[in-house]
Nanobody
Framework: QVQLVESGGGLVQPGGSLRLSCAAS????????MRWYRQAPGKQRELVAA???????NYADSVKGRFTISRDNAKNTVYLQMNSLKPDDTAVYFC?????????WGQGTQVTVSS
C-alpha cells in the first residue's frame, strides 16, 4: 500500500524558513512526478511546485525565487525548501506523487506564517 507522509510544517515568523519533507513508501517512485500543493482556508488547492523524473522543476509565480523543490530518489522523498515566508503562504501543504496511471496524496502539513 502506498503511503505519503509529510513533515516539517509549523509556525514561523514572516521572513523565516521551513523545509517540508514528503516520504513515500510502498513502491518505487523514481519515474513519477512529485508535486507540492497548498490549500488556504476558503481557497482552492493550488500547485506550488513540481519536479519531474529527470528533475526538471517548475513553480507557481507566487513562490518563484523563494521556494525550492528537490527530490532524493534513493529515499523516495521530495522536499520543499521555503524561504522568505509571507503570511500569504499560510496553508495546508500536500505532496502528490503521480504518473499517467496513478496519483497518490499525503495527509497534509500545516504551515502558518505569522508574527
Amino acid at each position: 500500500q502506498v503511503q505519503l507522509v509529510e513533515s516539517g510544517g509549523g509556525l514561523v515568523q514572516p521572513g523565516g524558513s521551513l523545509r517540508l519533507s514528503c516520504a513515500a513508501s510502498g513502491g518505487t517512485f523514481s519515474s513519477y512526478a512529485m508535486r507540492w500543493y497548498r490549500q488556504a482556508p476558503g481557497k482552492q488547492r493550488e500547485l506550488v511546485a513540481a519536479i519531474g523524473s529527470v528533475s526538471v522543476t517548475n513553480y507557481a509565480d507566487s513562490v518563484k525565487g523563494r521556494f525550492t523543490i528537490s527530490r532524493d530518489n534513493a529515499k523516495n522523498t521530495v522536499y520543499l525548501q521555503m524561504n522568505s515566508l509571507k503570511p500569504d503562504d499560510t496553508a495546508v501543504y500536500f505532496c502528490n506523487v503521480a504518473n499517467l496511471a496513478r496519483s497518490y496524496w499525503g495527509q497534509g502539513t500545516q504551515v502558518t506564517v505569522s508574527s
